[in-house]
């Protein structure tokens, strides 16, 4: 597969030398700083891509235009925010750049409680843990509605952990589920959080499905046109969180996703951590069945815990058998004749990477490490025969 790095831009202490001396050839990043869905200009693109190749990369893959939450919900504006996704998918495609990732999710992007969970040697990794984010979701926020959408045994689990929480643990919950969010230049606080919620309060699954179908009648023109892959990001994690619905978490809702607008630029991003963190979801299963539609990977792993909690586990650990995913996937690169971008997702801070700046998740050593470990089972099976 092409290996490419998820990269921040300019204020990325993960520089593009970085990149490089990681082994990966490719870049995946986008125009964070006018990620506000605005139409990217074609200056700005041709800017960002001849930074990345004077680095002796390739800009492989955009990650993320935004999706405007007007046109998740079809309000406002959301005709001439969809016109200027079009001209983004033109000027990108133009720059060379085409492959497109995206994601639906409403309102909030990946959603952790954790940013620093310590891990047993000695780094630390992202963590969702359910009982927390039920304590922030009915006690904290009080948002309506809250307790019923939380099993008993989770709200008496939260009941418990509250009273151990410090105003300050509460305030990094806060700070965590919607406060920081990785590549968005915006944040929200309780007060604003609450009104975004009340913007949904009439959509439901069905309806959130709708506007991503008629969101996509609309683009997916035009990314043919341009020979553009639409890549959609699963949910993360793949469970309903505030009360939203979740559309893109099963293999049922991207076969559906997929059946509902056929069209060979409508794809997926396959994430291996996003899903994984479903018990549900069998991975290589999923592999296979949706290999033709999967125009970019992130693999990473996760390990499950029984009350709905997980973490971001080793790449090659966790609960996914990841060299049977990666098996799949280079079957269905000789299949297609081509190969499929993919980078690693979310490593572990560890080593010098501990306690310097760094974006959540996206620390150089980490990846680096997991990289490794999958350039060495990618290479591995190419000798074998997979």
């Known amino acids: 597969m092409k290996q490419t790095w998820r990269w921040f831009g300019p204020d990325d202490p993960v520089t593009l030398a970085h990149v490089r001396q990681a082994g990966a050839t490719g870049v995946v990043t986008?125009?964070?700083?006018?990620?506000?869905?605005?139409?990217?200009?074609?200056?700005?693109?041709?800017?960002?891509?001849?930074?990345?190749?004077?680095?002796?990369?390739?800009?492989?893959?955009?990650?993320?235009?935004?999706?405007?939450?007007?046109?998740?919900?079809?309000?406002?504006?959301?005709?001439?925010?969809?016109?200027?996704?079009?001209?983004?998918?033109?000027?990108?495609?133009?720059a060379g750049v085409r492959t497109v990732c995206y994601n639906f999710m409403a309102i909030t992007d990946w959603t952790r409680t954790d940013l620093d969970y310590p891990m047993p040697h000695g780094g630390t990794a992202l963590r969702f843990d359910a009982v927390e984010f039920c304590v922030y979701d009915v006690f904290v926020l009080k948002r309506a509605g809250a307790e019923a959408d939380h099993p008993a045994e989770r709200m008496a689990a939260a009941r418990e952990r509250l009273k151990t929480m410090s105003e300050s643990d509460l305030a990094r919950l806060e700070r965590n589920l919607i406060e920081w969010v990785p590549a968005r230049e915006f944040v929200y606080d309780r007060q604003s959080f609450g009104r975004m919620l009340d913007t949904y309060r009439d959509v439901s699954a069905d309806g959130l499905r709708e506007n991503l179908a008629e969101f996509l009648q609309a683009i997916l023109p035009v990314a043919e046109e341009e020979g553009v892959a639409m890549a959609i990001h699963p949910d993360d994690p793949p469970f309903p969180l505030f009360g939203l619905p979740r559309i893109v978490s099963t293999q049922d809702d991207l076969q559906a996703l997929l059946a509902g607008t056929p069209s060979p630029a409508n794809g997926v991003t396959f994430c291996t951590g996003s899903l994984g963190a479903n018990a549900a979801n069998d991975l290589p299963a999923m592999a296979e069945a949706l290999g033709p539609n999967i125009h970019f990977v992130h693999l990473r792993n996760v390990t499950r815990e029984a009350d709905g909690s997980f973490h971001e586990a080793e790449h090659l650990d966790g609960d996914t058998d990841m060299i049977v995913v990666v098996a799949a996937l280079l079957r269905e690169e000789r299949r297609r004749g081509t190969q499929i971008p993919m980078r690693p997702d979310h490593g572990h801070a560890i080593l010098d990477d501990l306690g310097k700046r760094v974006n959540p998740g996206y620390s150089a050593i980490g990846r680096l490490k997991g990289l490794a470990e999958l350039r060495g089972v990618m290479r591995t099976l190419e000798k074998v025969g997979y």
């Open 30 to 94: 986008a125009l964070h700083h006018l990620n506000d869905g605005r139409a990217w200009p074609q200056d700005e693109i041709d800017k960002r891509k001849r930074k990345i190749e004077d680095a002796g990369l390739d800009w492989s893959v955009v990650e993320s235009i935004i999706v405007h939450e007007h046109v998740k919900t079809r309000s406002g504006d959301f005709r001439a925010l969809i016109d200027n996704y079009k001209t983004s998918i033109r000027n990108v495609a133009r």
